[in-house]
Structure formats: structure tokens, C-alpha cells
């Protein structure tokens, strides 16, 4: 059965639109691994995401269900549904080897995150690189452990708006990568998932110096908005803090 059965690896950048993306139409940036996987897979070219917010986003691609049905309409909500199932958890009772590295978010994360049964073998939680949750920072632990660097030193200095960011081999997006090859080298006799979510290319933005040194500011062209998109974006805030909890969608 594991021969016939396909192995998922699903990657799920942060923050990231179509239009950072060079096959997809971007000529000012270079996205070389991500235009290969466009080039040898498929481009849903005409998708629209189910929610422009975060956690109810992810809430939807694990659950295969609309905000309006699982009642996660916002980051920050306590928890997350007990009675809504993960596709994950669907994975793992079918005899899948399930297994996240980075980001979940389906519940708000600012020192910890409560987990759901969510079906994952393996953990590796790290909401965001910055060194400031309680506990179960994995990426924190890899960094001080594997790495021998001081998390809280690496990160006392780097500008939080636009910057040179820690260098490549500390990085998160690096330490991602290196935990999901190790889930995907070991020995098993059945199927494979991985959820493997870094927190790039969410702001700050603060890529490694070699990656920065890449692009001139002087030569980028500037974002195109409206004045008006300001004022509508205080009105959309503030609808958003009206939301309820999810089991409670009055």
C-alpha cells in the first residue's frame, strides 16, 4: 500500500502574493526555486484565497472548509474548533507519517500555541524566529543546541522593518529545510506528509545579506495605493475586532 499511496510535501510560505513570484510575472525579483517548481508543475493562475487573513486561511486549506463554516474568521482567536478535523489528522488514520515544521496558526501563538488533534508524529514548532516564546520554540532549541549560538545575541540587533537579517545557516527558513529533509530521509514502510511553513517572506524583511545585496532599492519600482486604502483599511480593523470566538460565531 505505502508503494501506491503518494508522499505529500506541502510548503506554505508566509505573506506571499502571486506577483512575487518571477515565473508568475515579476520581473524586479529573482524566486529561482519557486519558478522551478512552476515550470515543471502547476500555476493556479486564477485562484483566489478563501480568506486574505492568516489563521483563517490556514484554517481552511486543513479543514477543506470556508471561514463561514468553521467560524475561524480572525488571527488571535483562543483556540481552535475541537470539533473541526484536520485533513492531517484524516492523513494519519488513513496511515500517513504525519509531520509539521514552522509555522500552525490555527489558534494565536504569542508565547505558545495550543495544539488541536491536529494527527502530526512530529512537531517542530516555531511560530516566527524571533527567540520570544515561552516554551516548545523548536527553531530556538536547533539554534542553541545544534548551532552553539545564542538565539537571544542573534537577533538583540537586527532592524525589525528592512534589513540584513542572521546569516543563512541560522536562519529559520534554513532550519525548516533541514528538518524536513531529516523527516523525509527516514527509513518508514508506509506514506509520508509534511507541512512545512517558515515564516518568510512575512515581514520584517530581513533575508540573509548575500540575498539583499541582490536588489538596489533606488531601482525597485514603489507599491501602487490608493489614499483612500488607508481610511478603508481602519474601517476593515475594526470590523475585525468585533468577531467572536470560533465556537461562538454570534
Not at 9 to 22: E, G, K, N, P
Not at 178 to 193: G, H, K, L, T
Request: hydrophobic letters at 30%; aromatic letters at 12%; one cysteine or more.
Amino acid at each position: 500500500m505505502a508503494n501506491t499511496r503518494p508522499n505529500i510535501l506541502w510548503y506554505c510560505s508566509d505573506q506571499q502574493r502571486w506577483d512575487t513570484i518571477r515565473a508568475l510575472g515579476n520581473p524586479h525579483i529573482r524566486t529561482d526555486a519557486i519558478d522551478a517548481l512552476v515550470a515543471s508543475g502547476v500555476a493556479f493562475t486564477h485562484a483566489y484565497t478563501q480568506s486574505p487573513i492568516c489563521t483563517p486561511a490556514r484554517a481552511t486549506f486543513l479543514t477543506g472548509r470556508y471561514p463561514a463554516s468553521h467560524h475561524v474568521y480572525r488571527n488571535g482567536n483562543a483556540y481552535f474548533p475541537a470539533h473541526e478535523k484536520l485533513v492531517t489528522k484524516r492523513l494519519a488514520e488513513a496511515g500517513y507519517d504525519c509531520a509539521l515544521v514552522g509555522k500552525l496558526h490555527l489558534a494565536a501563538a504569542k508565547h505558545y500555541e495550543v495544539r488541536t488533534d491536529d494527527g502530526y508524529r512530529l512537531f517542530h514548532w516555531s511560530h516566527h524566529p524571533t527567540p520570544d516564546q515561552a516554551y516548545g520554540h523548536d527553531y530556538e532549541n536547533w539554534l542553541k543546541h545544534e548551532k552553539k549560538v545564542d538565539p537571544q545575541e542573534l537577533y538583540a540587533n537586527l532592524n525589525y522593518f528592512c534589513g540584513p537579517g542572521v546569516p543563512t545557516e541560522y536562519h529559520q527558513t534554513t532550519w525548516c529545510s533541514e528538518m524536513a529533509m531529516r523527516f523525509i530521509s527516514e527509513r518508514r514502510d508506509r506514506p509520508w506528509m509534511i507541512s512545512v511553513n517558515p515564516f518568510d517572506p512575512h515581514g520584517p524583511f530581513d533575508a540573509p545579506p548575500e540575498y539583499l545585496e541582490r536588489y538596489d532599492p533606488a531601482k525597485m519600482p514603489l507599491p501602487r495605493f490608493r489614499d483612500s486604502d488607508v481610511e478603508r483599511q481602519k474601517a476593515f480593523a475594526a470590523i475585525d475586532q468585533q468577531t467572536k470566538q470560533p465556537d461562538d460565531p454570534r
